[in-house]
């Protein structure tokens, strides 16, 4: 057999990450096997080691990925609404429509940050470096746009954007976990609207 | 071998509970194996299915006893918190108390019932009901505790309990997320400090 050519070997690389990202969100690191990742891609099992070191490496790379392709779609999705809403409604439009994304999914697979947090920080250093970068990005761009908030006196004032942010973070992550226990998206949308129609307003 | 004693098969029921307790909050489910379990409680692995009909129909009994136990004694908790300080202040010490246990635990292994909600809600429907029952009864006593402090004016009004009890869940919940990616239960302080001291205030 021809070896690839390192455009197809990229395009592989890609395709691995993406079918990462589906099998890792649906069932987890654990329950995912390199057989199957590997089958998802149309390569043999052996092939696998020639684009990652180890299972290990590959769900930091897919961590990392995702979370790249979220916050990219995530800020586009703050920019239209940035073109419709006032500036203190954009982050609460944002995140409903990111909740009408998962109403859309039967499977409320959750995120993928929130899900290997949970299951492989301890495992994992590797993986729990990228979660912890991949999150603190995210939590960047939220203090941004709740400073935004401040600015024009849509957000209360006495606290630092960053401890919102963080706020917000932490109420979306734990409202995805009962988003699957309670297979509804209910509880994100209500705590939305308690966050950011109460408890954030001045 | 002489059959064990209902007393015996109880007492050994009760340590593969606890023992389950402390693999599935560490490892969480897909990697914690019977003969782990089994050899944990000094059993053989075939008597396993003498307490248990599958890994699965064990992991939801571990989640009822852990939620159970928990709820135990953080009301126990509650209420030697309630001897010591002000209502508005009872459910902030309670949570503080909760934060110093995980800090004192080097391995952060976080909550059972919020890494199992991330980790199996899909994969298994009998964990999934007994993960939602336990969780409806954390908030329902947060709800009580809440109300108490409506009703004296320590916490704002304008919200049902319930709303707010679901929101202080997610919030610890998600920050207990954080401090297994941190390795620290800052960002844990850090968002009840925020959440019982400016937010929920009226």
Chains 1, 2 share one sequence.
Not at 60 to 68: K, L
Not at 184 to 198: E, G, K, N, T, Y
Request: proline letters at 2%; charged letters at 20%; aromatic letters at 8%.
């Amino acid at each position: 057999m021809a070896r690839k050519s390192s455009a197809d070997m990229e395009k592989t690389k890609q395709v691995l990450l993406e079918e990462g990202v589906a099998l890792l969100q649906e069932r987890g690191y654990h329950a995912t096997g390199i057989q199957e990742i590997a089958t998802s891609a149309n390569i043999p099992k052996g092939s696998f080691y020639n684009y990652f070191a180890s299972k290990e490496e590959f769900a930091a790379a897919v961590i990392r990925h995702y979370a790249q392709t979220s916050l990219c779609s995530w800020q586009e999705s703050l920019n239209q609404a940035a073109a419709q809403y006032e500036t203190g409604e954009v982050l609460y439009q944002t995140f409903l429509a990111a909740t009408e994304k998962y109403r859309c999914s039967e499977q409320k697979k959750g995120c993928l940050l929130g899900n290997l947090a949970a299951e492989i920080s301890e495992a994992s250093e590797e993986c729990r470096q990228a979660l912890q970068a991949s999150i603190a990005n995210f939590i960047k761009v939220l203090a941004e746009h709740l400073a935004r908030g401040q600015a024009i006196g849509a957000v209360r004032r006495e606290l630092e954007p960053q401890l919102l942010a963080t706020i917000v973070w932490d109420v979306w992550q734990g409202s995805l976990l009962r988003m699957k226990v309670e297979k509804s998206v209910a509880p994100v949308q209500a705590d939305l609207d308690v966050l950011f129609h109460q408890l954030l307003r001045p």
